[in-house]
Nanobody, 124 residues
Framework: QVQLVESGGGLVQPGGSLTLSCAAS????????VGWFRQAPGKEREGVAC????????YYLDAVKGRFSITRDNAKNVVYLQMNSLKPEDTAVYYC?????????????????WGQGTQVTVSS
């Protein structure tokens, strides 16, 4: 069964860090482009960090550039989102996906089927 499961969210103070994990099963995630998306209450889902299969092409939302980093551990079949210097506006449910559209200035996903996601709350 092809599946992606997000984890690692939680409550963190402004300025803190979190690392989100996206564990893939049923397929080899390093063969695919992958992306992290987020949806805050009352807002549309947006692409946060996306990378091609080789990470030759990456995209970061302007609001997270220099603070977030998307990486992979191919041996573990896991994709990570390292989030540093977190801000209250980063509060959202974060999702990962592999069937994405990626270009130099953005990334999107057409499917409306998403996993459970992981909640990130940045608050003092």
């Amino acid at each position: 069964q092809v599946q992606l499961v997000e984890s690692g969210g939680g409550l963190v103070q402004p300025g803190g860090s979190l690392t989100l994990s996206c564990a893939a099963s049923g397929f080899t995630v390093n063969d695919y482009a992958v992306g992290w998306f987020r949806q805050a209450p009352g807002k549309e889902r947006e692409g946060v960090a996306c990378a091609s299969s080789t990470h030759e092409l990456t995209y970061y939302l302007d609001a997270v550039k220099g603070r977030f980093s998307i990486t992979r551990d191919n041996a573990k079949n896991v994709v990570y989102l390292q989030m540093n210097s977190l801000k209250p506006e980063d509060t959202a449910v974060y999702y990962c996906a592999t069937d994405i559209l990626l270009w130099t200035t953005g990334c999107e996903r057409e499917s409306e089927s998403w996993g459970q996601g992981t909640q990130v709350t940045v608050s003092s």
